[in-house]
Nanobody
Framework: QVQLVESGGGLVQAGESLRLSCAVS????????MGWFRRAPGKEREFVAA????????IYTDSMKGRFTISRDNAKNTVFLQMNSLKPEDTAVYYC????????????????WGQGTQVTVSS
């Protein structure tokens, strides 16, 4: 069993920042590409960002480049999402995901999902 547990969500004002964390247990963390998705109220789940097993390659949804940064710490079995200059449109449940098959496959069919953490941005 592989478990992903997100933390760090909350209520913030527009323009503020949050750092989300996802702790992974059950398997070797370095064996997975990791990523983040989000689901806003009334909308479909959308891809946010992903990072390769080595941490050497990252991909982002174009609209989030420059504001969001994904990183990982293999010693702590944790992946992070730094979110700056938050907007009300960023309000969503944010989900951590993992894939055995790399960042490209993660965008369409992750192998594992976390339960999500709520991010609410007020105007």
């Amino acid at each position: 069993q592989v478990q992903l547990v997100e933390s760090g969500g909350g209520l913030v004002q527009a323009g503020e920042s949050l750092r989300l964390s996802c702790a992974v247990s059950g398997r070797t963390f370095s064996g997975y590409a990791m990523g983040w998705f989000r689901r806003a109220p009334g909308k479909e789940r959308e891809f946010v960002a992903a990072i390769s097993r080595s941490g050497g390659d990252t991909i982002y949804t174009d609209s989030m480049k420059g504001r969001f940064t994904i990183s990982r710490d293999n010693a702590k079995n944790t992946v992070f999402l730094q979110m700056n200059s938050l907007k009300p449109e960023d309000t969503a449940v944010y989900y951590c995901a993992a894939s055995h098959l790399g960042t490209i496959r993660l965008r369409t069919a992750p192998d594992y999902w976390g339960q999500g953490t709520q991010v609410t941005v007020s105007s």
